[in-house]
């Protein structure tokens, strides 16, 4: 019950930080510098996870604002940003649901007008359903870190296709981005 109300805390916390006056949100969408994404895991991460299936894949969402922009062009930025997670897998006969929240900070760098790259960091915690004083499997509750770089391509002005290698959980993940 505790992880329930943490993980709905996160999200309430993310679309608290990105709730600002309607004139200053549109101004950062019309810039470019606030994105959300949501994904999907296509390739999960190798690991010593043997005796496990995945049963629904992992999925993500994400939103991030700009903090610096032009460092190296006028239209590059650092932003920072929140997300969370989740996924269910079977370990033996059993199933586990496992949530997560991570803070995110991305440096973005456009290649063409739609076409855009970006690497990044994400540090957060695992929130699984095991119950630790009956079962002996370790889960995923923890901290987690991940380092991964994507690329976004905008079939219109702020919507677009995302994917993105990761060293986390998901190696492969790709989804739809919004700026």
Known sequence: MKRSIYFCF?????FSCFSTEQV???K??????????AGVGIVPGVGNRDFYSREIPP????AEMAIVKGIFGDKDFFSLGLGGGY??????DTSYHVGHIQALVNYRYPLAPRLTAYVG???????DSYNRETELFSGYDGLFSEVYLGLG?????????FAKVSSGEVLVEAGV???
Do not use: D, H
Request: proline share 0%.
């Open 121 to 127: 960091y994400a540090l957060g915690y695992y929130f």
């Open 153 to 161: 391509y905008y079939f219109y002005k702020n919507i677009g296709a």
């Open 10 to 14: 996160a999200i309430a916390l993310v």
């Open 87 to 92: 996924f269910k897998y079977a370990y033996m």
């Open 177 to 179: 981005s919004i700026r």
């Open 24 to 26: 200053f949100a549109q």
């Open 59 to 62: 999925l993500r969402l994400t």
């Open 28 to 37: 950062l969408i019309s810039e470019n510098s606030f994105v959300v994404e």
